[in-house]
């Protein structure tokens, strides 16, 4: 089974401190992708990337920034943390080509509250 | 740009009804669609996808969903639900037409509420 695994289930950090949200995955997947989830807001994308050390932004890009140094890793860091940015966190992967074809696989996600 | 629009927020059926989810999508042709689930605390997990071909699609779980061009819908359905299908339900799409990384889009989730 592929899996993505994100490294905190829930993390609680304080306003204007520097956050690393970390997810890996282990079925060599191209592709990975940030999403948050807000109630009513449904899911929303603020990166992605397709290669290592690629990134492209997505809807919500503002206050993040993103690293991937290694393929089967995709960092999310919140550069100062603000409590608009409490939120659920999901990251997932899927394989190059037509990535629709697959459909992603996501980790559990990690719940991030700003104090 | 495409769009997802899943017009009930909350649904709640008795165990053993039918059950539809709605899903309108915006697009100038036909998308990738998809339907994920996401159980409390927990990722998404996929249901069923659809890329081209039959318009019925069937899925994990006894699910199924049906495309419909002239509709712009890809509506979710099951037969008889089960208390363990209470979770939330979104609808996704995807461009066909974007290549590699395709990002998908998602709606804001139907959260499905069953009754004994």
């Known amino acids: 089974d592929v899996k993505v695994t994100q490294s905190s289930r829930y993390l609680v950090k304080r306003t204007g401190e520097k956050v690393f949200l970390e997810c890996v995955q282990d079925m060599d997947h191209e592709n990975m992708f940030w999403y948050r989830q807000d109630p009513g807001l449904g899911l929303r994308l603020i990166y992605f990337s397709y290669d290592v050390k690629m990134k492209e932004k997505g809807d919500i890009p503002e206050g993040y920034s993103v690293s991937r140094e290694k393929k089967e890793r995709f960092s999310l860091i919140l550069e100062s943390a603000s409590t608009n940015q409490t939120s659920m966190y999901l990251c997932?992967?899927?394989?190059?080509?037509?990535?629709?074809?697959?459909?992603?696989?996501f980790g559990s996600g990690t719940r991030l509250t700003v104090v | 740009a495409q769009s997802v629009t899943q017009p009930d927020i909350h649904i709640t059926v008795s165990e053993g009804a039918s059950l539809e989810l709605r899903c309108n999508y915006s697009y100038g042709a036909t998308p990738y669609l998809f339907w994920y689930v996401q159980s409390p605390g927990q990722g998404l997990q996929l249901l069923l996808k659809?890329?081209?071909?039959?318009?019925l699609v069937q899925g994990i779980k006894g699910f199924e969903a049906e495309f419909k061009r002239s509709q712009s819908s890809f509506n979710l359905r099951k037969p008889s639900v089960h208390w363990s299908d209470a979770a939330e339900y979104f609808c996704?799409?995807?461009?066909?037409?974007?290549?590699?990384?395709?990002?998908?889009?998602f709606g804001t989730g139907t959260r499905l509420q069953v009754t004994l």
């Open positions: 659809y890329f081209s071909g039959d318009t």
């Open positions: 996704a799409v995807g461009d066909p037409n974007t290549g590699t990384a395709s990002k998908l889009t």
């Open positions: 997932a992967s899927s394989p190059n080509g037509r990535a629709g074809n697959y459909g992603y696989t």
